[in-house]
């Protein structure tokens, strides 16, 4: 709800300052005294265009802070400010102000943090609707309807969002699916072949290591066995060092009881046989280890070769090769078995769709029940504002599928026919403004139970009508104002006498400055402003009496 509304340096105010309660708030005043420079300060901030003519000749800048309610903790306007960072503190009013410079210039504020226009009018359409005779939003816009149509009905979409978002990931699912196996057909006759050769070639982790150190042993090997050949001549043999040797010893073996020196060097040889002999043993051990076949060295070589260029190939390393042919295998059966896997999802899509269509009518046939309703609520509205020769109608409409959505199926619209025999139109397409003005007030009527922005305001939602159909709008707009805020600007004073608090707007001139303000009404002064919207500007007794009816008459 909006409690202030501070306006600076706006056309003809230089100054005022407004507090606004609940219920029903008319504003009333001479023609061209600037009601509209009001619901121009206020457009200003909720979000509209920055017109630099709305800065006061003279200043450089003129302001306008609206000061509405705090927002409900977990309403759709508290999530909308909390993402996009606007702090709100728990119980504190929410603060809009708007600068607009006389270059053009313009800067916007929520709770004193800067902001962009456009979130200033998304914040503004949460909190006010502003109806005139030239509105084209709100109510009049097809987008709503349905919207509306629902709350009005007290239906819940709740069950048709969540069977629509279930129908759209089991297609999702079956598109990718479908999508996988296609292009995994397309590489068909690769995997096979792949798998074929992998399967055949049967790499195992490690293996590349394994063959490296086996071939790497070998080459040593082959690089020593000359060396080694020279070894055994040299020690083995009749001719060679060992055999030797052990003559030597032999010989020494006869005398050396002839000197205790020659018993030494026989122990010395005895050692060195023994030494040798390990010796020759550790060589022909080693000759063992270091032989080369000729043929395995081959063969390592080229199942090493073959490993390596495999990897290449299929660009991984050597070792993920057995893994990459269990993945190719593995793709390979899917596409093999794709078809069936395929069958199953299909059957998923089918059976979500179905639960989707189900809840789907449900719901259609709960909007063509509400609009039933809606239609004899709005027929019982349009008789007293002067539109007895008017037809209202909701119509609900069966998408064609590729316009199915979460909402449901149906695209709703309020129509009307504004002569007997004359066709159904949107409310735009017909409606004079008078007569828009008055729909917009049935249609509010009609759906008031349904809520909408804490503040509505009507701009000279009476013009070209008196009488009783002027009270039987002021009796509307009062019911209206149970149920929220409604500020009204009227000429209308059966309109006047149905207002809980009363704003007067004057214009005053000193010299060459002309100025606009506006003044709370007393009772005393409000009989006699409705008087003058009675009588005109010489306000009679019998003006004054009347005005005492109208009032009492509320």
């Known amino acids: 709800m909006l409690t202030g509304l501070s306006i600076r340096n706006i056309v003809l105010i230089e100054a005022l300052d407004l507090a606004f309660e609940r219920g029903l708030t008319v504003l009333t005043g001479e023609t061209g005294a600037g009601k509209s420079i009001l619901l121009d300060a206020l457009g200003l901030a909720l979000g509209m265009r920055a017109d630099s003519g709305l800065v006061r000749a003279g200043t450089d800048q003129a302001s306008v802070t609206a000061t509405f309610d705090a927002p409900a903790a977990g309403s759709a306007l508290a999530r909308l400010l909390d993402e996009n960072g606007v702090a709100q503190e728990p119980g504190e009013p929410l603060l809009i102000r708007r600068t607009l410079k006389a270059d053009g210039g313009s800067r916007a504020f929520l709770n004193d943090q800067p902001c962009s226009a ?21 109510l009049l816009n097809p987008r709503g309807h349905m ?5 009005f009905g007290g239906l819940d979409t709740g069950a048709v969002r969540a069977a629509h978002a279930a129908w759209q990931e089991a297609q999702g699912r079956l598109t990718a699916a479908r999508e996988a196996l296609d292009s995994a057909a397309r590489e068909r006759d690769y995997l096979a072949h ?29 690089r020593l066995t000359e060396d080694m050949a020279a070894l055994d001549a040299l020690l083995g043999g ?23 020196l020659l018993a030494g060097a026989l122990a010395a040889f005895d050692r060195a046989v023994i030494e040798a002999a390990e010796a020759e043993e550790l060589l022909e051990r080693a000759g063992e280890a270091l032989s080369v076949d000729p043929a395995r060295l081959d063969a390592i070589e080229t199942r090493l070769f073959d490993l390596r260029a495999l990897a290449r190939k299929h660009q ?73 020769a008017a037809r209202f109608r909701t119509d609900v409409e069966l998408l064609p599928e590729g ?20 066709p159904f139109a949107p409310l735009t397409k017909i409606a004079s403004g008078g007569e828009l ?31 009783a159909v002027a009270g039987a709008i002021g009796e509307r707009l009062a019911r209206l104002a149970g149920e929220a805020q409604v500020i009204v600007v009227t000429h209308s004073p059966q309109v006047a006498a149905r207002g809980a608090a009363h704003l007067l707007i ?46 009492e008459g509320v």
Do not use: C
């Not at 456009?118 to 005779?133: K, P, T």
């Not at 792949?194 to 290591?209: K, N």
């Not at 909402?407 to 004359?422: C, K, L, Q, Y």
């Open 316 to 388: 991984v390393a050597a070792d993920d090769l057995a893994e990459l042919t269990e993945q190719m295998s593995a793709q390979l059966a899917r596409i093999d078995a794709g078809e069936a896997g395929l069958a199953e999802l299909e059957s998923e899509v089918a059976a979500a769709r179905a639960d989707y269509e189900a809840q789907a009518q449900a719901l259609s046939a709960g909007r063509q029940a509400a609009a039933v309703r809606l239609d004899a609520a709005m027929k019982d509205e349009l008789a007293p504002l002067k539109l007895d």
């Open 147 to 151: 919207d509306l149509l629902d709350a």
């Open 506 to 551: 004057a214009k005053s001139s000193e010299g060459t400055i002309t100025r606009t303000g506006v003044h709370p009404l007393d009772e005393r002064e409000r009989r006699e402003e409705i008087a003058r919207m009675l009588s005109g500007a010489a306000i009679t007794d019998e003006a004054r009496a009347q005005a005492d009816r109208l009032l």
């Open 403 to 422: 316009q199915w959505r979460a909402a449901g199926r149906d695209r709703v619209e309020f129509m009307i026919s504004t002569n007997p025999g004359a």
């Open 437 to 467: 003005s008055r729909f917009i007030l049935a249609l509010k009527v009609a759906l008031a139970a349904q809520g909408g922005a804490g503040t509505m305001i009507f701009d000279e939602i009476d013009r070209g009508v008196g009488g």
């Open 118 to 138: 456009a979130l200033l009018r998304d914040v503004g359409a949460w909190l006010v609707e502003i109806h005139g005779q030239h509105d084209e939003r709100g």
């Open 238 to 260: 009749s001719e060679g060092a060992l055999s030797k040797l052990r003559q030597a010893a032999r010989r020494l073996d006869r005398i050396g009881s002839e000197h205790e």
């Open 194 to 222: 792949a798998v074929a050769e992998l399967t055949g070639f049967a790499p195992e982790p490690g293996e590349e290591e394994a063959l490296a150190g086996e071939r790497a042993a070998m080459q040593k090997g082959a």
